[in-house]
């Protein structure tokens, strides 16, 4: 178990994988789930010559189970603090979902040398909330409703976000994966609740637009058409027009957690950006 100690005393745990001298993939995962969450992706890219680096956020799996500092400032932070540990130069850094936010936002601010491309997953930049600014966002009783669910019975809640739209297992053709929806349950329930429930605030009030403005590295925007937890129209195109240089993967039909339902379509398209 690795494990570094932020500034403030958090212990973030991290796998790190391969040989130091390849080049480095980072993987972020989503809300409230773990390290774990990239398993496929990490053996995919471990075995193609790459070193695959992925940690829990703060509050979320192994990691300690912070009361505080559970937004993007702070989980950007603890990101360099990782870099910074492992030495990290030349690195991709892939996020899915909430990860995503963690990578633009950390991406905006690296030290020179650190970063040398990003990917964005299903991911909940530029801004997921409703406002006059954000017409096409989701309306903040959809984020009030996570977290009365969260309150009320997180263990059931976090049943049915798997079951349910997270995966698209509940359309009528879906191909549903017990083993897939388990292994959420299992990431969110060893995160810590009061993390999980300021992070709803995190990945749907922080407004990204600066971060995405501000980066100038290769960034590759991909999102699943059917994406029922950050809605497609909302999210990737306007991050990708944000972006100085950006390009736009769309896949038609395909939900929210496309890395674990899609892999053999998702691994072989992050490989070809990373090596091109």
């Known amino acids: 178990m690795s494990y570094i100690t932020t500034k403030d005393g958090t212990e973030i745990f991290y796998k790190d994988w391969g040989s130091k001298n390849a080049q480095p993939i980072v993987f972020h995962h989503g809300w409230p789930l773990s390290a774990d969450d990239w398993d496929n992706q990490m053996l995919f890219f471990l075995h193609n010559g790459f070193r695959v680096i992925a940690h829990d956020r703060r509050g979320h799996g192994r990691s300690t189970q912070t009361a505080h500092g559970n937004e993007m400032d702070t989980y950007a932070a603890d990101v360099a603090e990782l870099a910074q540990a492992l030495d990290l130069k030349n690195a991709v850094h892939i996020g899915h979902s909430t990860g995503g936010g963690e990578v633009a936002h950390y991406v905006a601010r690296a030290k020179p040398g650190r970063v040398a491309k990003a990917v964005l997953i299903g991911a909940v930049p530029p801004i997921m909330v409703k406002s006059k600014k954000n017409p096409g966002g989701l309306p903040i009783e959809v984020f009030d409703g996570f977290r009365a669910a969260l309150v009320a019975n997180r263990a059931q809640f976090y049943y049915d976000v798997p079951t349910g739209p997270f995966y698209g297992f509940n359309r009528p053709d879906a191909k549903v994966s017990q083993g897939i929806i388990d292994n959420w349950w299992r990431q969110g329930m060893m995160g810590g609740a009061k993390a ?4 709803i605030k995190a990945f749907s009030e922080t407004d990204f637009t600066e971060d995405l403005t501000k980066i100038d590295l290769p960034v590759l925007v991909m999102h699943g058409s059917d994406d029922q937890i950050v ?27 496309l890395c674990a339902t899609h892999p053999e379509i998702v691994n072989p398209d992050l490989l070809a950006f990373i090596k091109g």
């Open 196 to 199: 999980h429930y300021d992070c």
């Open 231 to 257: 809605p497609y129209a909302d999210s990737a195109p306007l991050s990708s027009k944000l972006l100085k240089n950006g390009t736009l993967k769309t896949y038609e039909g395909l939900p929210h957690g």
